[in-house]
């Protein structure tokens, strides 16, 4: 893989077709809960372009709360040893849950978070991802919303990042290997 600081992102997903997509996924989940209040449980950092826009066209109330997870660290490869960094302030018993992730790749990330998530009793828990590289996939779990299903490329942007570039990009682009 290249250097971060010289690399040009290719657009993948333009800036009108994420706009377009959350809010289709808004208006799923927020007819998927009516009469609810959700408890968003962001993922650091990836998620949190999309949570910010995701949450904003909600029509269901909603407490937002986060937690960070390392499983990268400066690497594009995943090592398959997932640690808590920040924990959650919000206690989960009784709530429904939604956690929102930037990527959904080889899974062992996700898989690890909500197998935690699962033991403090949430009342449901469900899992909304920007993208989602199905074919990566190594351990068995599914989102239950998800923006994107993207190709095996290393992608960048609205959140996801390149050894911590381009997060503020507001399209998705990929990075082409040397
Ligand atoms: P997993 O454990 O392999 O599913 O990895 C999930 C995490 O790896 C995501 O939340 C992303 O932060 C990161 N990740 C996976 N693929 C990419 C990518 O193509 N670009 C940027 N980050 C990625
Ligand atoms: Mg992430």
């Not at 209040?37 to 910010?52: C, D, M, P, R, T």
């Not at 909304?128 to 996939?137: G, I, N, Q, S, V």
């Amino acid at each position: 893989m290249i250097d971060p600081s010289k690399a040009t992102p290719k657009e993948l997903i333009s800036e009108a077709a994420i706009q377009a997509r959350v809010s289709e996924l808004a208006g799923q989940i927020s007819r998927d809960y009516a009469g609810r209040e959700l408890l968003v449980v962001g993922i650091l950092k990836g998620s949190w372009v999309f949570l910010a826009d995701l949450v904003r066209r909600l029509t269901v109330p909603a407490v937002i709360d986060f937690m960070t997870v390392s499983s990268y660290g400066a690497s594009t490869k995943t090592s398959g040893v997932v640690k808590i960094v920040l924990d959650l302030k919000c206690p989960l018993e009784g709530r429904d849950v939604l956690v929102v992730e930037d990527i959904l790749d080889t899974g062992l990330t996700l898989k690890y978070i909500i197998d935690g998530l699962k033991l403090r009793k949430p009342r449901s828990l469900k899992i909304a991802t920007l993208m989602d590289k199905p074919e990566r996939r190594r351990v068995d779990i599914k989102a239950d919303y998800i923006g994107f299903a993207v190709p095996d490329k290393f992608v960048v942007g609205y959140g996801a990042d390149f050894g911590e570039r381009f997060r503020h990009l507001p399209y998705i682009g990929y990075i082409e290997e040397e």
